[in-house]
């Protein structure tokens, strides 16, 4: 079960774990203060034994504490508050449940106003955010030695308990879209093929957004060559879902954002090393990252017209899969000789981006893809690689990277680039040669955007097998939910 967070008005509890957060410097705040005082003054001798000073993170235990009926009382460092963004109040609060998380029952994190740059409310409400989301496991399919127990229950008590709990709403709306998206990326290929993952896709019509799949029959009527290439050697069907939420009045355009699914990728016959491989039940990062922001922009009642495009495929090699060598025929009308069948995602978006453009005329377009191993050998797992055609819209998504933790950065595109991919044998080749993949690979799809604002976010190294940090704890991290609702907040409601 997901942890509940509550937020209390600023008391300290009789029972459970208790958490104190100490700013820079190690001082305790009054109520700290009264409960050291029942103590017998430990925790002020404890704070001085260890040297403590409230650095970021820093934290000790004390079990049983004499004169209370706690279990425990856990003292935890903030920082400098002057200098709290709103990223480390959120990786402070996942900090807060890693001290706590393996006990059973309940916790209560004590934030007493502590004159930081955030307010109070934003404070308590991001905290509980990163707890929220450093909570999530995904052990559905362990049946021995499972974790058992646990903490159920974390309450925030702040004199700004009514205002966080209003923030908290939004946030944590965010935190289960990027749950969504995790959960689906950490699924097995097995599982999660293109059929199922548009089962679930379905779902979101609960929240009241619109749902259509499209079958392989109505993508071949449509002229999807492309997209239907790819997964010609799959026993399991192709699908492309197609999702919207109306918020906004219908006369506004609506806001794009198309996601690549391959839900596992083998390279096709092009055929990848087989190291490694298992990592490519991830392929899909683009399309959970949009089944994740559309959960959020339901769950939210966002005010605006969005539509989410998941291209779903499976590439296998098998007596039909698409050669190397193969000329294909696009949905643009467009043809693309296929040299290398694992340069498949671009050969997914190629159709995506134009139905989309097409059907909706969106005010902007955004895709998000798996597409490189290019991009994390110039920018590892810090940074999502960004190409656009439009300056306002990269400066806008590296400015909410920049406040959210979900970083991006830019990257060229250039008329050599698109020279590299021209080929005397069709319309234009699905590789670029050895040099410039990722922006060869971008300027590929650039090609079926039609001069509609358009950002492509090659996210490889960070949707997937990302580091762990306070956060995030498992293989997905969920990157990109946060990333592009927080764009739509700033700009587009």
């Known amino acids: 079960m997901p942890l509940s967070i509550s937020f209390a008005a600023e008391k300290l509890p009789s029972k459970g774990s208790l958490i104190i957060a ?44 004499a004169k209370t009926t706690l279990d425990r009382i856990v003292v935890i460092g903030v920082g400098d508050p002057k ?27 004590l934030l007493e106003p502590m004159k930081a740059a955030l307010s109070d409310a934003d404070l308590a409400a991001r905290a509980a955010t990163g707890a929220y989301l450093r909570d999530y496991k995904f052990d559905a399919y362990k049946t021995i030695n499972k974790p058992k127990g646990g903490l159920s229950r974390l309450s925030i008590a702040s004199k700004a308990a009514a205002g ?119 392929d899909m990062g683009g399309a959970a990252a949009v089944t994740g922001l559309m959960h959020t922009l339901a769950s939210r009642k966002a005010k605006v017209n969005v539509v989410g495009i998941l291209g779903l495929v499976e590439n296998m090699p098998d007596g039909k899969a698409q050669r190397p060598g193969d000329i294909v025929t696009s949905m643009s009308g467009q043809t693309i000789e296929v040299l290398n069948t694992d340069a498949e995602g671009r050969l997914v978006l190629a159709d995506a981006l134009w139905y989309t453009q097409k059907r909706f005329k969106p005010e902007f377009m955004i895709d998000l893809a798996t597409l490189t191993g290019a991009i994390m050998v110039a920018l590892g797992q810090e940074f999502a690689g960004m190409f656009t055609n439009s300056d306002e819209l990269a400066a806008r998504l590296t400015q909410v990277g920049n406040d959210e933790g979900e970083k991006v950065w830019r990257m060229p ?37 039609n001069d509609v604002p358009w950002v492509h976010l090659d996210i490889a190294g960070t949707a997937m097998g990302s580091p762990k940090n306070a956060i995030s704890r498992t293989w997905a991290s969920g990157y990109g939910v946060r990333l592009l609702d927080r764009l739509v907040k700033a700009y587009y409601e």
């Open 413 to 449: 595109l250039s008329d050599t680039f698109d020279k590299m991919i021209n080929t005397p044998n069709a319309d234009m080749k699905n590789i670029g040669g050895r040099y410039g993949g990722s922006s060869t690979a971008a300027q590929f799809l650039q090609r079926f955007t």
């Open 22 to 65: 100490v700013p820079d410097g190690g001082k305790l705040a009054p109520l700290a203060k009264q409960l050291d005082k029942t103590t017998g003054g430990a925790i002020s001798r404890a704070i001085q034994i260890k040297k403590f000073k409230g650095k970021a993170g820093a934290s000790f235990s004390l079990l049983a504490p």
């Open 164 to 282: 966080a709990r209003k923030v908290f709403a939004e946030y944590k709306a965010i935190a289960s879209g990027t749950i969504v998206a995790r959960d689906l990326v950490n699924e097995p290929s097995n599982i999660l093929t293109p059929p199922e993952f548009a089962k679930r896709a379905r779902a979101l019509s609960k929240l009241g957004v619109k749902v259509e799949v499209l079958g392989e029959a109505q993508m071949k009527k449509l002229g999807m060559g492309s997209l239907l290439g790819v997964g010609l050697g799959s026993q399991h069907p192709s699908q492309l879902v197609v999702t919207q939420w109306n918020g906004a009045a219908k006369s506004k355009k609506p806001l794009a954002f198309v996601g690549k699914g391959v839900c596992f990728d083998t390279g096709g016959i092009s055929i990848k090393p087989s190291a490694g491989m298992e990592d490519m039940k991830g």
């Open 83 to 109: 200098k709290l963004t709103a990223v480390d109040a959120e990786k402070f609060g996942g900090t807060v449940l890693s001290t706590v998380e393996k006990t059973d029952g309940a916790a209560t994190l």
